[in-house]
């Protein structure tokens, strides 16, 4: 079982900010000390450049990053360690993706297809292909439980039915796992499989930001193609992410980027490129922050994603159900109906309260919330609402959190009313 406040402990800004309520882990995540650590002993005890030197430091180093690769491909289930391209982020994966392969497969009267609740990073991109090749761009709409209208439920049983949005001319299908803004939990594996189905040279991106950090992810099981993640959301470093490619695919792809460690040999005539994965690493890449994304993945396995699912869904239902009776005839809450379909986060809005007024007030208290569109602009037009308020849990969440926040808005309403 979970203890936030022994967790608590281990993160050094709470020991600054003890009255700190952060639920915005959503949009980054807090570091605990193992990963400040670690990114302190690249800097204090071994800083070298990779893949170039052969003294001892930069050899250190060198293992140290690549000791990393060897992790996540292990903690995502990627076939081998090639598999693992580091990124700035799980934009700068998508967008490699996009410009890549996806610049190469997409002719006009071809189909890219979406949803309505991806992040801006997942849907622009494929977007703006889309246009410049001429092809068509569709979206996956939602239906009434803020769910994907291609999913529906007969006695329980998950059905899928994507007549008609995939087709044997859609080339791209790039979903989210886990919705940034509903939090809700799309069954991937399925639509993934049935999309192969109708098309099985369809190329499948998973954005997987929001659900690398807070429940186990195989992406042999998921059937996906690319899979793209952020280290600062599960308790690493910013400025680090990660793309994970089918090998086959990411061999006869182009490069994203040129210059120094993609390159086998420069002639005048010609250039040749470095094998996987180093041909979509150009230039000196964020060396600390890379090495210390294993701490953050040691430190989430040795809790067990188990245990933070289960924390996540209770935080979720106790906030839910305080505020469906704290504030009945004011509230509006933006998820799924059924809890085993959310991930921890809470979308809502107060009658008349606009969202930003909301964190203002809340941030008095010390309490930390998102309020905006979430880069999910499409997604608040559907809703019907320029900006909603999102509460956000994780591993250092507790009940005493959610309590807080009910308190917070409850002073909220009486200053705004």
Same mark, same amino acid.
């Given at each position: 079982?979970?203890?936030?406040?022994?967790?608590?402990?281990?993160?050094?800004?709470?020991?600054?900010?003890?009255?700190?309520?952060?639920?915005?882990?959503?949009?980054?995540?807090?570091?605990?000390?193992?990963?400040?650590?670690?990114?302190?002993?690249?800097?204090?005890?071994?800083?070298?450049n990779i893949h170039r030197g052969i003294y001892k430091n930069a050899e250190k180093s060198t293992q140290e990053y690549e000791d990393t690769r060897k992790v996540v491909a292990k903690f995502i289930n990627a076939k081998r360690p090639e598999e693992i391209i580091f990124t700035r982020g799980t934009t700068e994966g998508i967008n490699l993706a996009a410009s890549t392969i996806g610049l190469d497969s997409i002719q006009k009267g071809d189909e890219v297809v979406?949803?309505?609740?991806?992040?801006?990073?997942?849907?622009?991109?494929?977007?703006?292909?889309?246009?410049?090749?001429?092809?068509?761009?569709?979206?996956?709409?939602?239906?009434?439980?803020?769910?994907?209208?291609?999913?529906?439920?007969?006695?329980?049983?998950?059905?899928?039915?994507?007549?008609?949005?995939?087709?044997?001319?859609?080339?791209?299908?790039?979903?989210?796992?886990?919705?940034?803004?509903?939090?809700?939990?799309?069954? %991937? +594996? =399925?639509? /993934?499989?049935?999309?192969? #189905? &109708?098309?099985?040279?369809? $190329?499948?991106?998973?954005?997987?930001?929001?659900?690398?950090?807070?429940?186990?992810?195989?992406?042999?099981?998921?059937?996906?193609?690319?899979?793209?993640?952020?280290?600062?959301?599960?308790?690493?470093?910013?400025?680090?992410?990660?793309?994970?490619?089918?090998?086959?695919?990411?061999?006869?792809?182009?490069?994203?980027?040129?210059?120094?460690?993609?390159?086998?040999?420069?002639?005048?005539?010609?250039?040749?490129?470095?094998?996987?994965?180093?041909?979509?690493?150009?230039?000196?890449?964020?060396?600390?922050?890379?090495?210390? %994304? +294993? =701490?953050? /993945?040691?430190?989430?396995? #040795? &809790?067990?994603?188990?245990? $933070?699912?289960?924390?996540?869904?209770?935080?979720?239902?106790?906030?839910?159900?305080?505020?469906?009776?704290?504030?009945?005839?004011?509230?509006?809450?933006?998820?799924?109906?059924?809890?085993?379909?959310?991930?921890?986060?809470?979308?809502?809005?107060?009658?008349?309260?606009?969202?930003?007024?909301?964190?203002?007030?809340?941030?008095?208290?010390?309490?930390?919330?998102?309020?905006?569109?979430?880069?999910?602009?499409?997604?608040?037009?559907?809703?019907?609402?320029?900006?909603?308020?999102?509460?956000?849990?994780?591993?250092?969440?507790?009940?005493?959190?959610?309590?807080?926040?009910?308190?917070?808005?409850?002073?909220?309403?009486?200053?705004?009313?």
């Amino acid at each position: 079982m979970l203890n936030p406040k022994r967790i608590k402990k281990d993160f050094p800004i709470f020991d600054k900010h003890p009255e700190l309520v952060y639920l915005d882990s959503s949009a980054t995540s807090l570091k605990p000390r193992p990963v400040i650590e670690k990114l302190l002993e690249y800097y204090t005890d071994y800083t070298a450049n990779i893949h170039r030197g052969i003294y001892k430091n930069a050899e250190k180093s060198t293992q140290e990053y690549e000791d990393t690769r060897k992790v996540v491909a292990k903690f995502i289930n990627a076939k081998r360690p090639e598999e693992i391209i580091f990124t700035r982020g799980t934009t700068e994966g998508i967008n490699l993706a996009a410009s890549t392969i996806g610049l190469d497969s997409i002719q006009k009267g071809d189909e890219v297809v979406v949803s309505r609740m991806e992040h801006h990073s997942n849907f622009v991109p494929w977007q703006q292909l889309a246009f410049q090749a001429g092809a068509d761009f569709k979206v996956i709409e939602l239906n009434e439980s803020y769910e994907l209208r291609v999913m529906s439920y007969e006695s329980e049983k998950l059905i899928i039915n994507l007549g008609g949005v995939v087709t044997k001319r859609t080339k791209i299908l790039a979903l989210t796992m886990v919705s940034n803004t509903l939090g809700t939990i799309n069954p %991937l +594996k =399925e639509i /993934i499989a049935q999309a192969k #189905k &109708i098309n099985p040279a369809i $190329i499948t991106v998973v954005d997987a930001a929001q659900a690398v950090p807070h429940m186990k992810v195989d992406v042999q099981d998921l059937g996906c193609d690319f899979l793209a993640f952020s280290g600062h959301k599960m308790l690493g470093p910013t400025g680090i992410g990660v793309l994970c490619g089918k090998y086959e695919l990411l061999n006869k792809m182009s490069p994203y980027q040129y210059g120094g460690d993609m390159i086998r040999q420069v002639k005048i005539e010609e250039t040749t490129f470095n094998d996987l994965p180093h041909k979509f690493e150009a230039g000196t890449p964020h060396i600390a922050g890379v090495i210390a %994304l +294993k =701490e953050s /993945i040691k430190y989430l396995e #040795k &809790i067990g994603f188990k245990n $933070i699912r289960e924390h996540e869904k209770n935080l979720t239902m106790y906030l839910a159900k305080a505020l469906s009776y704290e504030f009945p005839n004011l509230i509006k809450c933006y998820g799924p109906r059924q809890i085993g379909h959310m991930g921890g986060i809470v979308s809502f809005t107060l009658k008349n309260l606009h969202p930003h007024d909301i964190a203002q007030i809340l941030d008095e208290d010390n309490i930390a919330v998102r309020a905006g569109h979430h880069c999910t602009m499409p997604l608040h037009d559907f809703l019907g609402v320029p900006a909603t308020t999102r509460a956000s849990f994780y591993i250092y969440n507790d009940e005493d959190d959610v309590d807080k926040l009910i308190a917070g808005l409850k002073k909220t309403v009486k200053i705004l009313k």
